[in-house]
């Protein structure tokens, strides 16, 4: 069975810090994979998708970037963190013939000072 | 534009009582998908169910039922019998399709549905 693993769990940054978060997926091959984030537990907004490895498409103009240097491996990264990074960050994949069920791993929480 | 409505900010049942969720939701595409997730104080999202919308036949699995009409652009989710074990954040959310009727699996989702369960 698939599963998706995140890490870290939690985060706390100073303003102006790198980051880098990390989503792994197992026991599937060829996925796509999203990142998302969640501000103040509410409603989620789509940051980046990846159809294959090094295909990155952006939906929100931002100092985030993503990269998929593996197969099932999905990284988010900043140069210099903001306040309004703040939130909780979701990875997904999505397999089969149209892949439009996407499936969640258990989140980081990122809070920066 | 897609666009998803989940009107209720907040629900406060008892347990046992039954319960509707609202979903209403506005697309452009005449094929797409729609879906519910639960997301509970772990904050892991959970997948319950998806509904194409070629499809409009209700669905019922255990204590969770699922209303969709095309004609209103709904796709309304009850739980029966409530329990605190359902207390949660509901999303809905709607599929776009790109790529010659084939998803990419972007979602939209509604700002979410917070279910308090009291014993």
């Known amino acids: 069975s698939q599963t998706i693993h995140q890490w870290p769990a939690t985060l706390v940054q100073p303003v102006g810090s790198p980051l880098s978060l990390e989503c792994t997926v197992e026991?599937?091959?060829?996925?796509?994979l999203y990142w998302y984030r969640q501000a103040a537990g509410r409603g989620l907004q789509l940051l980046f998708y990846?159809?294959?490895?090094?295909?990155i498409s952006s939906e929100v103009p931002q100092n985030l970037s993503a990269s998929r240097p593996q197969d099932r491996q999905f990284i988010l990264s900043s140069k210099k963190l903001l306040l309004s990074d703040s939130g909780f960050y979701l990875c997904?994949?999505?397999?089969?013939?149209?892949?439009?069920?996407?499936?969640f791993g258990p989140g980081t929480r990122l809070l920066v000072l | 534009a897609q666009k998803v409505t989940q009107a209720q900010t907040e629900i406060s049942v008892v347990e046992k009582e039954d319960v509707t969720l609202d979903c209403v939701y506005e697309?452009?595409?005449?094929?797409?998908?729609l879906f519910w997730y639960k997301q509970p104080p772990s904050g892991e999202l959970v997948f319950l169910i998806r509904?194409?919308?070629?499809?409009?036949q209700n669905e019922i699995s255990g204590r969770y039922s699922w209303n969709f009409q095309k004609s209103t652009s709904s796709f309304n989710f009850t739980i029966t019998a409530s329990q605190v074990v359902d207390s949660a954040v509901y999303f809905c959310?709607?599929?776009?399709?790109?790529?010659?009727?084939?998803?990419?699996?972007?979602?939209?989702f509604g700002q979410g549905t917070i279910l308090t369960v009291h014993p």
């Open positions: 509904r194409n919308s070629f499809d409009e």
């Open positions: 697309t452009r595409d005449t094929t797409y998908y």
């Open positions: 026991g599937t091959s060829n996925p796509n």
């Open positions: 997904a994949w999505s397999v089969g013939a149209g892949k439009e069920t996407q499936y």
């Open positions: 990846s159809v294959g490895i090094g295909q």
């Open positions: 959310a709607l599929s776009e399709f790109r790529w010659g009727g084939t998803s990419y699996g972007k979602l939209t």
